[in-house]
C-alpha cells in the first residue's frame, strides 16, 4: 500500500515537472517572439544597412543582452516552480540547480527528494530547446548583417 503513494507521488510530481516545462518554455518562446517583433517594430525597412561596424556590434550585443534576460527569466522561473513545490531550502540552492540542469544534466551538487527525479531532465530539455532557439536568433541576426554587407 505505501509503495502505491510513493509512485501516485513520483506521478504527481512528475506531472508538474511537465507543466511547468511547458509553460516555461512557453513564456521563453513568447519572449523571442516579442523581442524579435520589437526589433522589427524599431527598425524601419534598411536601417540595418545603415549600421556602421560599431552599430552593427552595439545592435548584436544588446540583441544578446535580451537573450541573456530571457534566459535568466526562466531559470528564475523555474526557481519560483521549486519554491512554490516546496523544493529545495533556499534560493541559492534552486537557482543554483536550475542553472546547472539548464546547461547539462545530472552534474549537480544539489540533491532533490526522490519524488522530484524528472526535475532536472525537464529543466535540462527547457534549457535545450530555450538555447537551441536562441543560437538560431543569433545565427539568424549574424546572416542578416553578413548578407547586407556582402551585398555592397
Request: glycine residues 8%; hydrophobic residues 55%.
Amino acid at each position: 500500500m505505501a509503495m502505491t503513494g510513493v509512485v501516485s507521488s513520483v506521478h504527481m510530481a512528475s506531472l508538474l515537472c511537465v507543466a511547468a516545462f511547458v509553460v516555461l518554455v512557453s513564456l521563453h518562446l513568447a519572449g523571442l517572439h516579442a523581442m524579435g517583433s520589437i526589433i522589427r517594430g524599431r527598425q524601419e525597412p534598411g536601417a540595418l544597412r545603415k549600421l556602421n561596424y560599431l552599430g552593427e556590434i552595439l545592435f548584436v550585443l544588446g540583441v544578446m543582452l535580451l537573450l541573456f534576460v530571457l534566459h535568466l527569466a526562466t531559470n528564475v522561473g523555474w526557481a519560483a516552480f521549486m519554491h512554490m513545490a516546496g523544493i529545495l531550502d533556499s534560493y541559492d540552492q534552486r537557482i543554483f540547480y536550475s542553472f546547472e540542469n539548464y546547461t547539462s544534466l545530472g552534474l549537480t551538487r544539489v540533491d532533490v527528494d526522490d519524488q522530484w527525479r524528472m526535475l532536472a531532465p525537464m529543466i535540462s530539455f527547457c534549457g535545450i530547446f530555450c538555447l537551441a532557439w536562441s543560437t538560431a536568433v543569433l545565427v539568424n541576426l549574424f546572416g542578416h548583417l553578413y548578407a547586407m554587407t556582402d551585398d555592397g
